[in-house]
């Protein structure tokens, strides 16, 4: 009925206005000029959104869920806890009142950034890397614009009419970020927090030995050649340095028409233990972006590892 699409609209230009906020001259990396916000805010004209973006665009504003959103805590905690428990018991942080450099930890394909952020607010000094521009949009506002906690509502499954439970279920709102960030990291002791964007092997190949450790979460399957990554890292992290990873082995360009070497755990294991001395490894269950409300959910049987990093040169 009419009553019910106009609350679905209402809804869509709320998620459009969140949206507009993305773009920010800051975010590039070249010289825009003296118009640069108008640059990066100006849609041109007879711009035609490809359905890749369009569906971006609604994957991304799940992505604030799992990352920002109190309704997300429940992933984050089977996700990022384990992650952030191995890093804690194997490559520590100094305590409070001690000296001491606090540990690095690159978080490769971080999304929307809340592990490296969760990372820095316990001692460490870590940096998120991201190549999707909507993951970058999105984590710049919420790290550097967002002036206090739950300031921005939005509507992330208002176009998800399947899996529901009750009619209005795909219309409820949820408020992000669920901590400011700028308030956390704010005064003395705050950590150390940085954003990579580019390709991840781009952007690390001429880093040697130059991290503590990595944490990988639902990154290595994003890998058109999964080799390259594990050598990257291998490359990265120094000696007695530590890789801890979560994640399934989905494959991301698997179905398409891009070049993809698909190998199995039992494949990928010997490559990794080359440069890597596994002291833990399991499956554990994880979701990615689950509707928590939704009659259907995707549940992966994930690999969790925890690998320190031996004397093998990476060649």
């Known amino acids: 009925e009419l009553s019910w699409f106009k609350e679905i ?36 004209k007879d711009h035609r959104v490809a359905s890749r973006n369009s569906s971006k665009v609604r994957s991304t504003l799940r992505q604030f869920v799992r990352d920002w959103a109190k309704e997300g805590k429940a ?40 592990l490296p952020f969760d990372l820095v607010r316990l001692g460490y000094a870590a940096q998120g890397n991201e190549f999707s521009y909507h993951m970058l949009l999105g984590s710049h506002l919420i790290l550097n614009r967002s002036e206090k906690a739950e300031c921005f509502p939005i509507f992330p499954y208002t176009l998800s009419l399947t899996h529901r439970k009750g009619r209005w279920d795909h219309l409820r709102s949820v408020k992000v970020p669920d901590v400011c960030p700028m308030e ?31 944490a990988s ?23 007695g340095g530590f890789w801890v990873n979560l994640g399934p082995l989905l494959y991301h360009y698997a179905d398409t028409n891009e070049i993809s070497i698909e190998l199995s755990w039992e494949e990928v294991r010997p490559y990794i233990c080359k440069y890597f001395d596994i002291v833990e490894e399991e499956q554990r269950y994880a979701r990615y972006t689950n509707n928590p409300e939704g009659l259907s959910t995707t549940r992966y049987r994930a690999i969790f590892f925890v690998a320190k990093r031996n004397a093998e040169k990476v060649e």
């Open 9 to 44: 609209q209402q809804r869509v230009n709320v998620n459009a206005s969140f949206c507009k906020m993305f773009p920010n001259s800051e975010v590039c990396g070249a010289d825009l000029g003296p118009n640069a916000d108008y640059v990066v805010m100006n849609v041109p």
């Open 75 to 114: 992933e984050r905690d089977a996700n990022y806890s384990p992650m952030i428990k191995a890093l804690l018991q194997y490559l520590p942080p100094p305590k409070n009142g001690t000296k001491g450099a606090a540990p690095t930890v690159l978080c490769p394909g971080c999304g929307l950034a809340r």
């Open 184 to 214: 956390a990291l704010s005064g003395p002791g705050g950590g150390y927090l940085s954003m990579a964007a580019g390709e991840f092997v781009e952007v690390y190949k001429n880093q040697e030995c130059a991290w503590d450790s990595v």
């Open 217 to 239: 979460c639902f990154f290595l399957d994003t890998a058109k050649n999964v080799f390259l990554y594990i050598r990257t890292i291998a490359h990265i992290i120094r000696e």
